[in-house]
C-alpha cells in the first residue's frame, strides 16, 4: 500500500508537489480493489533545455494475484497523472471484473 517515485528527483518542486498530491488522492481507489497493491510510478522529463517540458509517467502496480501497467505522456504533468491513473483503473475493474465473474461461475457449476 505504499507509493515509490522512481524519477522525481528530476522535477521540480511545484511539480512535485502536483503529482505527489494527484497521486495521494487516486492511490486509495485503486487500492479498494487491490488492497495488498503497491505502486511504483516511474517519470521522465524530456526537453529540460527548453521553456516546456514534456513528461512520461509509466505506473506499475503489484499485487500477489495481479500486476498492472500503464504509462501516459503529456506536456502537463497533472494530465499524465489523471491520464495514467485513469487508464490503471479502467484496467483494474476490468480485470477484478473478469476474476469475480470466474469465480462466480465456478460457484454455480459446483453447486449445480
Known sequence: MAI????IGSLEEADKFKLTK???????????HL????????IKKYSKTGKRH?????????DPDL????????WDISKAAHKVFEKLEQEISHKTEIKSSKARSRQ???VQ
Open 4 to 7: 515509490k517515485y522512481v524519477g
Open 22 to 32: 494527484i497521486s495521494e488522492r487516486e492511490f486509495p481507489k485503486l487500492t479498494r
Open 35 to 42: 488492497p495488498n497493491g503497491s505502486l511504483m510510478l516511474i
Open 54 to 62: 514534456k513528461y512520461s509517467l509509466h505506473a506499475k502496480i503489484d
Open 67 to 74: 500486476k498492472f501497467k500503464a504509462e501516459s505522456h503529456e
Open 108 to 110: 454455480a457449476k459446483e
